[in-house]
């Protein structure tokens, strides 16, 4: 059983910044590291994922260029950079693993296996 717990999670006004991070308790080379969003009434929306081994990164069109995914892979962490926020950015935000995959297969639709609580993130205009 993989734990993953976030934190970072807040309020902020329209074109401000967030920092969220995950911290897992074992991520592999081999491993996909993603996150992902769902609001009230929304169905779950996937917002960036990094393949550990070669930290290829995928990003969903709707956070393109406003957000970025990084890894600390000595202390198994992901961080999720979201800058520029727009209100519909709102949204519990929730980290991911899928243990075994691979560059093929690692994106923001990849099959994860174990999911952490979320942190949520609250923008206001």
């Known amino acids: 059983q993989v734990q993953l717990v976030e934190s970072g999670g807040g309020s902020v006004q329209a074109g401000g910044s967030l920092k969220l991070t995950c911290e897992s308790s074992?991520?592999?080379?081999?491993?996909?590291m993603g996150w992902f969003r769902q609001a009230p009434g929304d169905e779950r929306e996937g917002v960036a994922a990094v393949f550990v081994g070669t930290d290829t990164r995928y990003y969903a069109a709707s956070v393109k260029g406003r957000f970025r995914i990084s890894q600390e892979k000595d202390i198994k962490t992901v961080h999720l950079q979201m800058n520029s926020l727009k209100p519909e950015d709102t949204a519990m935000y929730y980290c991911?693993?899928?243990?075994?995959?691979?560059?093929?297969?690692?994106?923001?639709?990849?099959?994860?296996?174990?999911w952490g609580q979320g942190t949520q993130v609250t923008v206001s205009s």
């Open positions: 074992e991520y592999t080379d081999s491993s996909c």
């Open positions: 991911a693993i899928e243990q075994s995959s691979t560059i093929y297969d690692c994106g923001v639709g990849a099959d994860f296996d174990y």
